[in-house]
């Protein structure tokens, strides 16, 4: 056991001279850190009983999360319609999010309790590092993952008195990481992050929905999704007025990644709210409506399907007597996509078939005479689903993303790759 012991230190440190001393090429640089990570996986202990050898591969992860571009393109901070961040190959996307995937692993890994001081300090000297906006990126994306592993909600303050002031930051990454931070602990600790921190972060997230930068803007709404997804009525109702406001004006006038995560902001205030976003339904609907009739083309499809969850999902909360006279357009524009726009493989599909139950759910009875108009379409497309697989989630967080899940709820934007 001593030897496998000494060999394993022998390799780590091998791995950490190499990362640091040579200039190897990203490639290399990703097979030293796999290679290391997965001797860790193999033999836990050895990294609860060494910190500092824990400690040099945290810093390779942090190394490879400043690997990316010190100037902000116009193709980050607007990016194209029909934008998808899933498919985005961006060497600097990729190296970030190798290090946040990295970091989770790790965490799950090692021990809650071992990593977060040391994850701590060296976050610490990370956004001590003033001369470089890419020091602080890192630490707050790795701040990010922490929030699945804390049970005890007061341990999140600190972290959350560092991130909020960065969402007011110069820097438009910076923001953007913060937006990221709080909306992803936000998910992880629900609902009693909502309830302590709610007040102090969600406001200047809402103020964010209008910030100069789209890329930001999107982030923003991305992060209230999380927030505001699965609360309590009670810790949504406050913000609602002002966010909803900001919400239709981005859907109206706005990039495709914007109106996208605006789309799904309101799908989880409506969701969230209940029967208090009876007051908003009539101002919402001929929005969203336009949004599901006039954007038919393809880089739009994400956005068509978040529309379609929105509306379904905003006509459940107030209920079927306020529902019932948009139910015959809604009906027929639904009819009309599935029967014309839908290809093989999109997004569209798993979108359709969860508002359709939702509506079936809705209305009951009602919808009986649109049934012969609505099933030989949806057969079709359904049974090119289940061809591909046998396998259904009824209900997951990622249904909207997987085109063989039936999603009955909203739809998270900022979530962590299931492991």
């Known amino acids: 056991q001593v030897i496998v012991y000494n060999e394993q230190i022998l390799l780590i440190e091998i791995i950490y001279r190499f990362f640091f001393f040579f200039q190897a090429e990203d490639g290399i640089r990703d097979f030293c850190l796999s290679r290391g990570l997965g001797d860790v996986y193999k033999r836990q202990s050895l990294l609860r009983k060494d910190l500092e050898l824990l400690k040099q591969l945290i810093e ?3 190394l490879r999360m400043l690997d990316v571009d010190d100037d902000i393109d116009d193709e980050w901070s607007r990016p194209p319609e029909g ?5 985005d190959t961006d060497s600097d996307y990729a190296n970030v999010r190798f290090g946040m995937n990295t970091i989770d692993r790790l965490i799950a890994a090692i021990n809650y309790e071992i990593m977060l001081p040391i994850l701590s300090l060296m976050v610490q000297q990370m956004l001590q590092q003033g001369h470089d906006w890419r020091y602080k990126h890192a630490a ?24 909020t002031p960065f969402l007011l930051d110069q820097h438009p990454r910076l923001r953007y990481a913060a937006c990221h931070c709080l909306g992803q ?9 909502q309830e302590k921190y709610n007040s102090k972060c969600v406001p200047p997230l809402v103020q964010l929905m209008t910030d100069a930068i ?4 999107s982030h923003a ?14 810790y949504v109702i406050p913000y609602m007025n002002e966010a909803l406001e900001k919400a239709f004006a981005l859907i109206k006038d706005s990039i495709s990644i914007v109106k996208e995560n605006a789309m799904s902001c309101i799908s989880a205030i409506s969701e969230s709210a209940k029967e208090a976003y009876i007051s908003y339904y009539d101002i919402s609907m001929p929005i969203l409506f336009n949004i599901l009739t006039t954007h038919d083309k393809k880089e739009y499809k994400q956005l068509r399907g978040q529309t379609i969850e929105c509306i379904t999902l905003m006509s459940y909360s107030v209920g079927i007597q306020h529902f019932a006279k948009y139910a015959k357009d809604v009906i027929q524009a639904m009819i009309l996509i599935q029967t014309n726009s839908v290809e093989e493989n999109d997004p569209l599909k798993s979108y359709l078939l969860s508002g359709w139950q939702r509506l079936c759910l809705l209305m009951g009875k009602e919808i009986v005479p649109y049934m012969e108009h609505i099933v030989p379409s949806l057969f079709k497309m359904a049974h090119g689903i289940f061809d591909q697989s046998q396998n259904c989630l009824l209900y997951t967080s990622d249904a909207a ?11 998270r934007i900022i979530k962590k790759k299931k492991k």
């Open 60 to 62: 390779m992860i942090f």
């Open 83 to 87: 934008y998808s961040q899933d498919l």
């Open 140 to 163: 707050l994306m790795a701040l990010s993952q922490v929030g699945e592993y804390v049970e005890n909600v007061d341990f999140i303050a600190p972290i959350v008195d560092v991130v």
């Open 185 to 193: 602990i936000g998910d992880d600790m629900q609902p009693k992050f």
């Open 214 to 217: 789209p890329r930001v803007q």
């Open 221 to 234: 709404c991305a992060a209230l999704t999380n927030i505001f997804e699965g609360s309590p009525q009670d």
């Open 401 to 411: 993303d997987d085109l063989l899940c039936v999603d009955l709820g909203g739809r």
